[in-house]
């Protein structure tokens, strides 16, 4: 596989591919949906949430830790995870300004 080349784009670029890579699975958007409905910190309710088993639920919660939306903590011998307002408002910044740079009209092919 070749060089992913990511010098040859944007920091804000880069960022905004970055942070829809660590959105890109379904699992991890009923997990941030768990977590935003539930506005609290969740300490193991997730496997029964989302139906799929702990190994997988505990990667995609990695995932999603490891991109700073959520973070952890350790709680006996549980660790809960909660949405980090400050990533997720970067997040939401991010994305509604990607978006609203777009003006589509009825000229496109």
């Not at 992913?4 to 880069?14: A, G, I, M, Y």
């Not at 941030?32 to 910190?41: E, F, I, M, R």
């Not at 702990?54 to 939306?69: D, R, V, W």
């Not at 994305?95 to 000229?107: D, P, R, Y």
Request: with cysteine.
């Amino acid at each position: 596989m070749g060089a992913s080349k990511t010098d040859l784009f944007t920091e804000q670029q880069n960022e905004l591919a970055s942070m829809a890579k660590a959105l890109a699975h379904p699992a991890r958007i009923a997990i941030l949906q768990y977590l935003v409905k539930t506005n609290a910190c969740v300490c193991g309710d997730l496997v029964e949430e989302l139906g799929l088993a702990q190994a997988t639920t505990s990667q995609h919660l990695k995932e999603l830790k490891n991109a700073g939306i959520i973070q952890g903590t350790i709680e006996g011998a549980s660790v809960c995870y909660c949405i980090n307002p400050a990533v997720w408002k970067q997040y939401k910044q991010l994305f509604n300004s990607f978006f609203g740079e777009v003006s589509l009209g009825n000229k496109c092919c």
